[in-house]
């Protein structure tokens, strides 16, 4: 009698998983952001992931920004990748980001972006 041996192939979003419980972490601590329901994990997590782009890639910050569901955390995310990249990305794409952020908190970034002296090298970040 030949024995079949069928190749056993797991997700890699499973593995990860089962890591995780076997060293005591919940799911939510390593579930990547595109598989987490929508709510404060996910949003938290886009935040992480868009504060961790570097100005090369502020089309990934547009998308993440664009994927919270929360104005406030979204705002929070665009303002503070700005800051911290302040200067180094390409203003009409910074301004585009800007659109993503509702009300007052529209202005105040296109302003930001806009004013050099607010971006000056020696400025807190």
Same mark, same amino acid.
């Given at each position: 009698?030949?024995?079949?041996?069928?190749?056993?192939?797991?997700?890699?979003?499973?593995?990860?998983?089962?890591?995780?419980?076997?060293?005591?972490?919940?799911?939510?601590?390593?579930?990547?952001?595109? @598989?987490?329901?929508?709510?404060?994990?996910?949003?938290?997590?886009?935040?992480?992931?868009?504060?961790?782009?570097?100005?090369?890639?502020?089309?990934?910050?547009?998308?993440?920004?664009?994927?919270?569901?929360?104005?406030?955390?979204?705002?929070?995310?665009?303002?503070?990748?700005? &800051?911290?990249?302040?200067? &180094? @990305? @390409?203003?009409?794409?910074?301004?585009?980001?800007?659109?993503?952020?509702?009300?007052?908190?529209?202005?105040?970034?296109?302003? @930001?972006?806009?004013?050099?002296?607010?971006?000056?090298?020696?400025?807190?970040?």
């Amino acid at each position: 009698m030949a024995v079949s041996r069928k190749l056993l192939v797991i997700p890699p979003v499973v593995l990860v998983l089962l890591a995780a419980v076997a060293v005591g972490l919940s799911a939510t601590d390593v579930l990547p952001c595109d @598989y987490r329901t929508p709510g404060a994990s996910k949003d938290e997590c886009l935040f992480d992931r868009a504060m961790a782009r570097p100005p090369e890639d502020i089309r990934g910050v547009w998308m993440d920004a664009k994927a919270i569901g929360d104005p406030m955390v979204r705002q929070a995310a665009v303002m503070g990748w700005i &800051r911290t990249w302040r200067g &180094r @990305y @390409y203003a009409t794409s910074a301004i585009e980001l800007c659109g993503l952020v509702e009300g007052a908190g529209q202005d105040a970034c296109v302003r @930001y972006v806009g004013s050099p002296h607010l971006q000056h090298e020696n400025a807190p970040r």
